[in-house]
């Protein structure tokens, strides 16, 4: 009995290794490559920062009756920081991007400003708003390139002028509007955090001419007008949280 058992047994293995030997080697298939998505820049956005502006100022004075100049034209400058806050929407056709958007701008922006003379006192813009598009350019899956534009608006206080450190003479605030134009750059930084984007532009804008009434300190015309011709240059940076729509979208480089 032991003699068939054992006789069985070899019998079996040696069946086990034939049928192994007739399998061969598993054959080696490389894992499929898995793309990386490519950023989406469909869809809306919010973001906030800051940046600083200067203003560029031609005005002189004129006799308000009849127009006549009192005094050169003088350039003034003035200097300052702003905080941004901004929304927008943005559509991605292949590498580029058609947006809207809308800004907000809490300034203090201050220079030097003269009037009559030798009446001197200090101009300050505290706020301004802008509203335009944009189109862009993606010559990286993470970088936009970009020019904007469209309408601006500004407000800038009353200025208060003094002689020999005495006030004497005054002009109202106003609000002008106008227009700019810019360029700038987005980055994704989506590998830090995603949806989170980062945004500098510089900005050009100029505004209508304001024409406000030079009157004695605590009230009462001088007879006299300031005319005022302003222009701004400002570098702005954001942080951008996106708001995607859909999936990832497909771009050719």
């Given at each position: 009995?032991?003699?068939?058992?054992l006789a069985l047994t070899a019998v079996m293995a040696m069946t086990s290794a034939a049928s192994a030997a007739d399998l061969g080697a598993r054959p080696y298939t490389k894992a499929p490559v898995v793309a990386a998505p490519v950023t989406s820049w469909t869809g809306c956005y919010l973001g906030a920062g800051g940046g600083g502006a200067m203003t560029n100022n031609d005005y002189n004075d004129f006799v308000t009756a009849t127009g006549a100049v009192l005094d050169p034209n003088i350039t003034g400058g003035a200097r300052g920081w702003f905080g941004t806050v901004q929304g927008g929407c943005d559509y991605q056709y292949q590498n580029w991007v058609f947006g809207a958007f809308a800004d907000y701008?809490?300034?203090d922006v201050h220079g030097d400003h003269s009037t009559l003379g030798g009446f001197a006192g200090q101009q300050?813009?505290?706020?301004?708003w802008a509203v335009g598009g944009r189109v862009g350019y993606l010559v990286l899956p993470q970088l936009l390139t970009y020019v904007s534009g469209g309408y601006t608006q500004g407000h800038?206080?009353?200025?208060?002028?003094?002689?020999?450190?005495?006030?004497?003479?005054?002009?109202s605030g106003f609000t002008k509007g106008g227009w700019f134009i810019g360029t700038g750059d987005e980055y994704a930084l989506t590998s830090f955090l995603p949806g989170l984007f980062w945004k500098t532009e510089y900005r050009y804008s100029e505004f209508d001419r304001a024409n406000t009434d030079i009157t004695f300190f605590g009230g009462g015309l001088t007879g006299a007008t300031q005319t005022q011709k302003l222009r701004e240059h400002s570098?702005?940076?954001?942080?951008?949280?996106?708001?995607n729509w859909?999936?990832?979208v497909v771009a050719k480089y």
């Open positions: 009995m032991n003699k068939i058992v701008d809490f300034m300050k813009q505290d706020w301004q800038w206080k009353g200025t208060d002028y003094s002689f020999l450190g005495a006030p004497a003479v005054s002009t570098v702005r940076s954001e942080l951008v949280y996106r708001f859909g999936g990832p």
